[in-house]
């Protein structure tokens, strides 16, 4: 910032502010003792404005100088109006730190209560034929000496319309152990998204990917599975994805959780334990896919 010059009338400063304004040279007028002083904000534009300056003192009627206000005032205009959408896209830090609210959270504690009273009933039945078989996303049947089974025509129970079994297996959880794990990242992740998506789009996410997850695993290893962790993984991959591609989301996550649970899912993909593998990987992408929908969009209209 730079003082440029003084004028005796407003009406003159205002002028040539004007004209500087429409050449993209950033200026400011201010009264000092019965003057205006007009600044130049950009100092690498200040050679460029000492040159009109100097031409402005010669012919201040000149008709570049009196016709510069119209687009001056576009410029305002849209600088202002960049200014509000800026001011939009701020994150609130103090809002980061605050703990969400019951009903902020209403969806992801919905999800942890179906998740303990199926897993609950499922672990207390010790067998696949009564609550898992219901929930599985094709009916499991006994084969005979407690072998358990499925049709082998894929989908069959959903084509007769039991469409809810799309979604259903992320409820049934194989043990304690299983189920503590899943609950607590679902929690931590339902605390950063919820509040910020809103219920319904928060829902709509754990619909979206629990369908994509489970039909990944089921025709790549069968129906005995089960387990929020393809939800999981999606909404991992979501947050990751919004941390890069819109940070001013304020949806952010440390690098050292994706090494956690990227890890994590590599380690598994070894076969140190039979988990689903399939779904991880798909909730994954399809999670990280899905926030990439808006960047992407305002990208291509851009």
């Not at 599985?136 to 894929?154: F, M, N, Q």
């Not at 025709?219 to 940070?247: H, I, N």
Request: glycine share 8%; hydrophobic share 45%.
């Amino acid at each position: 910032m730079r003082q440029l010059g003084s004028f005796s009338s407003k009406v003159l400063a205002d002028r040539f502010c004007d004209y500087l304004i429409s050449e993209r040279i950033s200026c400011q007028v201010e009264v000092e003792d019965q003057s205006f002083v007009l600044w130049v904000l950009d100092e690498d534009h200040i050679e460029q404005a000492r040159e009109a300056y100097q031409q402005f003192q010669e012919t201040p009627e000149d008709p570049k100088f009196l016709d510069a206000h119209q687009h001056a005032e576009k410029i305002r205009s849209e600088q202002l109006r960049q200014a509000k959408q800026a001011m939009k896209r701020q994150i609130d830090i103090r809002k980061q730190w605050e703990p969400p609210g019951t009903s902020d959270l209403l969806i992801t504690y919905l999800l942890i209560a179906i998740s303990v009273v199926v897993t609950l009933k499922f672990q207390l039945e010790g067998n696949s034929f009564g609550i898992f078989a219901k929930l599985s996303i094709a009916e499991i049947h006994d084969l005979g000496g407690g072998i358990p089974g499925s049709s082998r025509v894929k989908l069959l129970d959903v084509k007769d319309g039991e469409v809810w079994r799309l979604v259903s297996p992320i409820f049934v959880h194989m043990d304690p152990l299983h189920l503590l794990f899943n609950m607590y990242w679902m929690f931590l992740f339902g605390k950063l998204l919820e509040p910020r998506l809103g219920a319904w789009r928060f829902l709509l996410l754990v619909l979206a990917t629990a369908i994509c997850s489970n039909l990944v695993q089921y025709y790549w290893a069968g129906p005995m599975f089960g387990g929020m962790s393809g939800v999981l993984y999606a909404v991992f991959g979501f947050t990751w994805a919004k941390r890069d591609w819109e940070p001013q989301r304020g949806i952010g996550i440390d690098q050292t959780t994706v090494y956690l649970l990227v890890g994590w899912m590599f380690l598994c993909l070894l076969g140190f334990m039979p988990v689903a593998n399939a779904a991880h990987v798909s909730g994954l992408v399809s999670g990280y896919l899905i926030a990439m929908v808006r960047p992407m969009y305002h990208k291509l209209l851009r």
